[in-house]
């Protein structure tokens, strides 16, 4: 049976709205063609000349032609964004975040995929166990990119040890099929003590470096171990010590690449450098911060913004700042305190306290700013004083609406703790702009 293409939305000023679809407009035909998802579609749009036929919301048909002389995007959403059933994660790997959820989770995120095509549109990261030799082909012909692909590591019997998965295996011949059709792909490792470190993580990094300029970046995560790991394989997490392991590792391969290529090609999540103690490295490090969205030069980024937020902060001089608390992760603690102590070197009349928020939901293992919960904000907050106004990441929360990741939303938050939630951007303009008001 075809999936429908139904309308969400439309962009303003777009091919699509210019041509009067509507939301709930159903696509059928593209210059007579039928498309099975939205990769077809953007191909069959991306022509200077095509029809689309639409049965719109009132019944009626109509086919409209369609003129792009400037080769621009069709500018319509569809209420299944792939136009298609995505497909489906098939590893069991050992590490898999998802496997060590508690019960009462966000129900969207038990849901695992494994597609290429939301890697394309949407930045997830697939492993490419699960594809046919008619995807490859078409991935190499359409030239798909920017694909994100994790790798964990590239020794064929290793891998397929990590995903449970005897596909697996075939990692660096798809990758190398894809980088001689020119398609682009970032890297991911997610590092675990013991399994994919040492020889193995040098051996991953040097075959991915032979896929330059196809490979743009690697990035090597630590493992997240949370607390429900009950009847899951023994895993450690990483401490001071084997952080700095990695970090004597990676840096001198970081500096040779650096020297042949012109880049690093691969990068340390900021995890690493705050549990090793280690000074996170400079803004140009990371050079375009191909995969800051993974946590990697976020901090950095942000060090660099707010400084550069700082030399115009005359901007702000008729605001007149009430107190505030900030709720931040244990990883992200420190950086956020220097960050007020140089606010307040310019404005003193800054009053803000912040505080360090334990992950009891996911367990005290998990550290990282993005997986706090609502109900561990309530229950840590609730007993001391804080400010009326609460200052959070918006990387807590659900990207289309106020929602953590227990169900607990930024409504329960306020009501739980009388106070005002300002959502803040993970920008140094965002976070000073939310420090002022």
């Not at 210019?18 to 709930?24: K, L, Q, T, V």
């Not at 098939?90 to 060590?100: A, L, P, T, Y």
Request: hydrophobic fraction near 40%; charged fraction near 25%.
């Amino acid at each position: 049976m075809k999936n429908k293409a139904v309308v969400k939305s439309v962009m303003p000023d777009s091919i699509a709205f210019d041509a009067g679809i509507e939301p709930g407009d159903e696509i059928t035909l593209v210059s007579g063609k039928e498309f099975c998802d939205i990769l077809d579609f953007k191909y069959l749009t991306s022509e200077e000349y095509y029809t689309v036929n639409v049965i719109k919301a009132n019944g009626e048909e109509e086919e409209i032609e369609i003129y792009n002389d400037c080769f621009e995007a069709f500018g319509a959403e569809f209420e299944n964004p792939l136009i298609d059933k995505p497909m489906l994660c098939k590893n069991k790997c050992i590490f898999c975040f998802m496997d060590q959820l508690p019960p009462n989770v966000r129900s969207t995120m038990l849901f695992k995929d494994d597609d290429v095509r939301l890697s394309f549109l949407q930045g997830n990261y697939v492993t490419l166990t699960n594809l046919k030799e008619e995807d490859i082909e078409r991935i190499c012909r359409l030239k798909i990119s920017p694909i994100n692909v994790s790798v964990h590591v590239t020794d064929p019997e290793r891998r397929v040890m990590m995903l449970a998965n005897p596909n697996a295996a075939n990692l660096m011949k798809i990758m190398n099929r894809f980088a001689d059709a020119g398609v682009v792909m970032n890297a991911q490792i997610v590092l675990c003590p013991e399994i994919n470190d040492g020889e193995y993580l040098v051996r991953s990094i040097t075959d991915l470096r032979t896929l330059y300029p196809a490979i743009r970046s690697v990035s090597i995560v630590p493992v997240g171990i949370s607390k429900h790991r009950k009847g899951l394989s023994v895993l450690k997490g990483f401490d001071s010590a084997s952080s700095l392991e990695v970090i004597n590792c990676v840096t001198p391969m970081q500096r040779t690449y650096k020297d042949e290529i012109g880049t690093s090609l691969v990068y340390l999540a900021d995890e690493f450098y705050i549990s090793a103690g280690v000074e996170i490295p400079p803004y140009d490090h990371y050079e375009e911060f191909p995969q800051i969205e993974n946590g990697v030069g976020l901090i950095a980024a942000m060090r660099e913004e707010i400084k550069d937020e700082l030399e115009y902060i005359d901007e702000y001089e008729n605001s007149h700042p009430v107190p505030k608390t900030i709720v931040t992760s244990y990883i992200a603690y420190d950086f956020i305190c220097q960050c007020i102590d140089k606010v307040k070197k310019k404005r003193p009349d800054v009053c803000v306290n912040v505080e360090k928020i334990r992950n009891d939901f996911f367990g005290s293992k998990i550290t990282v700013t993005g997986l706090i919960c609502g109900g561990d904000i309530i229950n840590q907050l609730k007993d001391k004083p804080h400010a009326d106004i609460l200052m959070l990441s918006e990387s807590m929360l659900k990207s289309d609406c106020d929602i953590f990741l227990d169900d607990t939303t930024l409504k329960d938050v306020e009501k739980a703790l009388s106070v005002k939630v300002i959502k803040t951007p993970n920008t140094g303009h965002g976070f000073i702009k939310a420090l002022l008001s």
